[in-house]
């Protein structure tokens, strides 16, 4: 049983990212969790007036529950501003949180830390619309955005990507790698081991897993623990881990990987400092199989909410 030291809880949702709509979501089943663990919970949508934010955090929370996602709050920026509040807030902190949302970054201290990536570097939107930037098939990704947004895989005999799809001047352009797809959530407070929750395996009954997949009930089937071997899955896991802790990262992350059968080669793809909490969303899903009841997570979350 959590230990209860914050009663006045704020939510933001929303948000000025292309996830708004998630976050909104997100936001309103926590508040309502929230709610049903005894917290007194005011829900507040966040846009680009940050003045407006200021007056709705007065009265002053004990702390904030951050449903936010994508760019301005899950990248740092709403992290730094509740630091110089003063105002504690689940999830990581702003280096973590900024760290973790820069693909390209992400990937070179996992690489340090031992763990696979796949091959690709970062390109310029005009390089990659001249022409192939690595041999096909080749995944194109914002290096800045959470929830599949924006992806393009180009295959054999596709045109090339689309330039319409593509809305920022620096991208991700890593090799394509097949298989299956693999994430693990990881609960881990101030100074605590992180702790794996366990491995979901992603099955889109069509495509991959978009952001249409992720947020379209019926879409994406998830197997709970996911069908592989132990060792495989205790791997994942013990990445998941050290991803979260070579971040620096507090609270609830979630880290995606793909495994290629043929090769036995798991590979992680990246961490998301603030994963979803839809009822489709997956650590609620992993949370739920090992135990933990929705209303007890984010009751932890905001029993663990600190400013860095």
């Given at each position: 049983?959590?230990?209860?030291?914050?009663?006045?809880?704020?939510?933001?949702?929303?948000?000025?990212?292309?996830?708004?709509?998630?976050?909104?979501?997100?936001g309103r089943q926590c508040a309502q969790a929230l709610r049903d663990a005894g917290y007194d919970?005011?829900?507040?949508?966040?846009?680009?007036?940050?003045?407006?934010?200021?007056?709705?955090?007065?009265?002053?929370?004990?702390?904030?529950?951050?449903?936010?996602?994508?760019?301005?709050?899950?990248?740092?920026?709403?992290?730094?501003?509740?630091?110089?509040?003063?105002?504690?807030?689940?999830?990581?902190?702003?280096?973590a949180s900024a760290l973790a949302m820069d693909k390209a970054v992400a990937r070179t201290m996992?690489?340090?830390?031992?763990?696979?990536?796949?091959?690709?570097?970062?390109?310029?939107?005009?390089?990659?619309?001249?022409?192939?930037?690595?041999?096909?098939?080749?995944?194109?990704?914002?290096?800045?955005?959470?929830?599949?947004?924006?992806?393009?895989?180009?295959?054999?005999?596709?045109?090339?990507?689309?330039?319409?799809?593509?809305?920022?001047?620096?991208?991700?352009?890593?090799?394509?790698?097949?298989?299956?797809?693999?994430?693990?959530?990881?609960?881990?407070?101030?100074?605590?081991?992180?702790?794996?929750?366990?491995?979901?395996?992603?099955?889109?009954?069509?495509?991959?897993?978009?952001?249409?997949?992720?947020?379209?009930?019926?879409?994406?089937?998830?197997?709970?623990?996911?069908?592989?071997?132990?060792d495989l899955g205790a791997k994942a896991m013990a990445w998941a881990a050290r991803a979260h802790?070579?971040?620096?990262?507090?609270?609830?992350?979630?880290?995606?990987?793909?495994?290629?059968?043929?090769?036995?080669?798991?590979?992680?793809?990246?961490?998301?400092?603030?994963?979803?909490?839809?009822?489709?969303?997956?650590?609620?899903?992993?949370?739920?199989?090992?135990?933990?009841?929705?209303?007890?997570?984010?009751?932890?979350?905001?029993?663990?909410?600190?400013?860095?």
């Amino acid at each position: 049983m959590t230990t209860r030291t914050h009663q006045k809880i704020a939510v933001l949702m929303g948000g000025i990212s292309a996830e708004r709509e998630v976050s909104l979501d997100s936001g309103r089943q926590c508040a309502q969790a929230l709610r049903d663990a005894g917290y007194d919970v005011r829900e507040i949508d966040v846009t680009a007036d940050i003045a407006v934010l200021l007056e709705a955090l007065t009265p002053r929370p004990d702390a904030v529950f951050n449903a936010l996602h994508g760019r301005a709050g899950e990248d740092g920026n709403i992290q730094g501003l509740l630091n110089l509040l003063e105002i504690p807030y689940t999830h990581s902190g702003l280096l973590a949180s900024a760290l973790a949302m820069d693909k390209a970054v992400a990937r070179t201290m996992f690489e340090k830390e031992g763990m696979a990536v796949a091959r690709g570097r970062l390109a310029s939107r005009t390089e990659i619309l001249a022409g192939d930037v690595l041999p096909r098939p080749y995944v194109v990704k914002p290096n800045n955005e959470g929830s599949s947004v924006g992806i393009q895989i180009i295959q054999d005999g596709d045109n090339g990507p689309d330039p319409d799809a593509i809305d920022t001047d620096t991208l991700l352009v890593e090799e394509f790698i097949p298989g299956r797809e693999l994430t693990v959530a990881v609960m881990g407070g101030p100074g605590e081991d992180p702790r794996p929750l366990t491995v979901t395996e992603l099955r889109p009954t069509k495509g991959f897993y978009d952001y249409e997949a992720k947020y379209t009930d019926g879409v994406t089937e998830h197997l709970v623990p996911a069908p592989i071997p132990a060792d495989l899955g205790a791997k994942a896991m013990a990445w998941a881990a050290r991803a979260h802790k070579a971040l620096d990262c507090r609270g609830v992350t979630r880290t995606d990987f793909r495994y290629d059968d043929s090769r036995d080669a798991l590979v992680i793809l990246e961490l998301n400092t603030q994963p979803g909490m839809t009822r489709l969303s997956l650590v609620p899903e992993q949370a739920d199989h090992c135990g933990i009841a929705f209303p007890e997570l984010v009751s932890w979350m905001v029993e663990t909410a600190r400013c860095d």
